[in-house]
């Protein structure tokens, strides 16, 4: 059982799942596939969604959570478009799998990446369970690159302009209202910041446990293209969303450790939820370019 976005993470799951299927010689209609469109899912993701399922030969569902989230939203009396409304849409969607999983006896597989858990980018209670998050151990960055490089393997030909489709769609969650035009203006890079810059601090900062002060003076040779203050403003970010949404990954589900960095807090990561960083963003704010 998969939540299928038309985004990266989720097609790189359900191509994983539709690779391990065809190798165990498992029919791949036992894959049940779910799109579950809400107050923000563009016509755009959700064509891409429902051609990628369609191609892949897996058994396709589609359910809107619209209903769903608006009678919960009446319910709080909630009418601002803020992180309530987006959550109420998020849990909606995992309770639809999780509740649909019961009834075939299935497995959810979450989508969930790396650099999500990092920066805790994803709803408690939501899209942060699964019964296994395939994806755990891939960084957003390399999620696109394997996504790219699966696009183009025979085996997924039929998928092919999908993927490639997928590949250039801007990175949402979809939760807010489109634009007028029915455009997606909720990209995630803008509230958190590029991913290219988050996958590096996490690998210097977390993985290769490196102080602040040589993080920022790695990032500032390694991205010349971006503005020093930039650079800080991000890795204050970076360390704030780690240290706070560490409560998050205390209770992720089990899944891959795929490089060098695991942040379970079964395998590589054990640190409490109360974790305080204000020494480590005050080195960063004392750094003299």
């Avoid at 040779?221 to 970010?237: G, Q």
Wanted: overall charge negative.
């Amino acid at each position: 059982m998969i939540g299928v976005s038309g985004g990266l993470d989720s097609t790189l799951a359900l191509l994983i799942a539709h690779m391990t299927f065809s190798q165990v010689e498992l029919p791949t209609d036992r894959i049940i596939a779910m799109t579950l469109p809400g107050m923000g899912t563009s016509d755009h993701t959700r064509s891409n969604a429902e051609a990628l399922m369609c191609g892949l030969g897996v058994t396709s569902e589609t359910h809107s959570i619209v209903a769903m989230a608006e009678a919960e939203l009446r319910t709080l009396g909630h009418t601002t478009h803020d992180v309530t409304f987006e959550n109420v849409q998020a849990r909606a969607r995992t309770a639809l799998l999780f509740n649909r999983a019961n009834q075939v006896k299935g497995l959810v597989l979450g989508t969930g990446d790396l650099s999500e858990l990092a920066l805790g980018w994803m709803t408690y209670c939501g899209d942060s369970e699964s019964h296994y998050h395939i994806n755990a151990g891939i960084p957003k960055t390399l999620i696109r690159v394997l996504v790219e490089w699966l696009g183009r393997q025979p085996i997924f030909h039929m998928v092919r302009p999908s993927i490639e489709s997928i590949i250039h769609t801007p990175i949402s969650p979809e939760l807010l209202p489109l634009g007028a035009g029915g455009e997606i203006v909720q990209q995630t890079e803008d509230s958190i910041g590029p991913y290219i810059l988050h996958d590096f601090f996490l690998y210097w900062a977390i993985r290769k446990q490196m102080p602040p002060r040589y993080v920022l003076c790695l990032a500032k040779h390694a991205f010349p293209d971006y503005d020093f203050s930039i650079i800080r403003k991000w890795l204050k970010v970076f360390y704030s969303r780690f240290a706070s949404q560490q409560f998050k990954r205390n209770s992720m589900p089990d899944g891959l450790k795929v490089g060098t960095m695991s942040l379970s807090p079964r395998s590589d990561l054990r640190m409490p939820s109360e974790a305080s960083i204000q020494t480590w963003i005050d080195e960063v704010d004392a750094f003299e370019e």
